[in-house]
């Protein structure tokens, strides 16, 4: 969508991290989100974080949230074969819900 | 459990013709909303509602049209389907007060031939 903005691609060597990025321009945003799209399946969230943290740590994901350049990012340790997908930001205000175009990752061998 | 479902899988229509797509969900959520998902530009948004009779414009209203009639019964609307709208459409709802999990429909494939 208009209001989230992120890069098309990435591709990462397996074992290393991976960072997805993202821009948003609602600053009255509430949670932000991410979520994974892997070939011919729906969107599974992989995590959230809501508007006053600065970051969250889940296993092997980190999100880091900048509120003041509204940049929001995802960063996957050890990345693996499974971790190829499509990555969605997505930003949260009180009554709308809008998704950025997708980040493919591809991870090689 | 939450249910969001899509009454239609999969369609298959001619050009001209008026498509209803229908959303329902069973959580009493005030937030919902209809996407379409293409390869390379994600989800966009088309319209969405926070509250019965209520609408807003998302980022690509054009040629599409929606109805909030029931809180439950979020409805899409193609007044004359085009070949530029074969697409997978997706319904989403979100409680508007509390809690941070968007509940999706599984989706609907239209083709318009």
């Known amino acids: 969508g208009e209001d989230v903005e992120q890069s098309l691609f990435l591709s990462v060597r397996e074992g290393d991290s991976s960072v997805i990025n993202c821009t948003y321009t609602?600053?009255?945003?509430?949670?932000l989100y991410w979520y994974k799209q892997e070939p011919g399946a729906g969107l599974q969230l992989l995590t959230y974080i809501f508007s006053n943290m600065d970051m969250k740590q889940d296993q092997r994901l980190t999100v880091l949230l900048n509120k003041k350049d509204k940049h929001l990012s995802l960063r996957i340790a050890d990345t693996q074969t499974g971790d190829s997908a499509i990555y969605f930001c997505a930003e949260r205000t009180d009554y709308k819900l809008s998704f950025g175009a997708g980040t493919t990752v591809t991870v090689r061998a | 459990d939450v249910k969001v479902t899509q009454s239609s899988r999969y369609l298959v229509k001619r050009t001209g013709e008026k498509v209803f797509l229908e959303c329902v969900q069973d959580m009493d959520h005030e937030n919902m909303f209809w996407y379409r998902q293409d390869p390379g530009l994600g989800l966009r948004l088309i319209y969405f509602s926070y509250d019965v009779k209520m609408k807003e414009k998302g980022d690509i209203p054009e040629g599409y049209s929606v109805s909030r009639e029931k809180k439950e019964r979020f409805s899409l609307i193609l007044e004359s389907a085009s070949t530029n709208q074969t697409s997978m459409y997706l319904c989403a709802s979100i409680n508007q007060g509390s809690g941070n999990t968007i509940y999706f429909g599984e989706g609907s494939w239209l083709t318009v031939v």
């Open positions: 609602d600053s009255s945003s509430t949670y």
